[in-house]
């Protein structure tokens, strides 16, 4: 396994990868998010040019908060728009995946309408992420993108895209953990893995590992059944 960390948004990104480097990590995921990261503020060759020298891979993250299914069809043109600038600086950084966040905050609209302008807005990226040479890949989140059928519904129609799985989201808003079920279903597309903790319910803590409710052992146990050997931050 690759083990690494993500930047905080508030930070120098050539600084956050220094100290990284310093406590021996593998990578960094790196979020393109202002105020500090904004894809349109980033150097990218020094970013490229400092994970070289720090011998450091690189996984991309977006906002989560982008509204790639908008009903408003300039706001989400403009979502992607921003991710098509974040595509084009991980392709200069040497970023090989690139997450997305479903958006699932469309008022007075049902789920089929917000599933289908995801599926609008992901199949407009896919040529420019395949000219930047970046793959896309989709994050569960909870309540509305957290289990094997919710995830089947962006999955299946692209299968170009690889699974980024959440473990602690997969505790969220559930019965049990769904890490195995989504690996189970969908394994052979994990791309990405984020490892962490809290305590269930609705709040996405972010804990250390091992100070909540989530079953460690069975989540890595789950992974490793699918010969994972990739980036965990």
């Known amino acids: 396994m ?61 906002a989560w908060y982008l509204p790639m299914a908008s009903a408003i069809p300039e706001i989400r043109q403009a979502a992607v728009a921003e991710l098509k600038r974040c595509l084009d600086r991980f392709g200069e950084i040497g970023a090989k995946w690139m997450n997305l966040h479903p958006d699932r905050h469309i008022p007075w609209h049902p789920r089929p309408f917000y599933i289908e302008k995801n599926l609008e807005s992901i199949r407009e990226l896919l040529p420019h992420a395949e000219s930047c040479g ?35 989201h997969a505790n969220l808003q559930v019965p049990q953990n769904t890490a195995a079920e989504i690996l189970a279903a969908y394994g052979s597309r994990l791309r990405h893995v984020h490892l962490h903790d809290n ?7 972010h804990l250390p590992l091992g100070t909540g409710s989530v079953d460690l052992r069975a989540a890595v146990r789950a992974v490793q059944r699918c010969n994972y050997n990739g980036t965990i931050p």
């Open 199 to 205: 305590k269930g319910g609705h709040a996405d803590l």
């Open 2 to 62: 690759l083990i690494g960390a993500m930047n905080h948004p508030e930070r120098n990104v050539l600084d956050e990868i220094q100290w990284m480097s310093e406590a021996g990590l593998d990578f960094i995921d790196l979020t393109l998010e202002p105020p500090g990261a904004a894809s349109w503020q980033v150097d990218a060759k020094a970013i490229r040019s400092k994970l070289e020298s720090c011998g450091m891979g690189v996984v991309g993250h977006t």
């Open 134 to 168: 970046v793959g896309l890949m989709v994050e569960n989140l909870p309540g509305d993108y957290n289990s094997a059928p919710q995830l089947s519904e962006l999955l299946d129609p692209l299968p170009q895209l690889g699974l980024h799985l959440d473990i602690g």
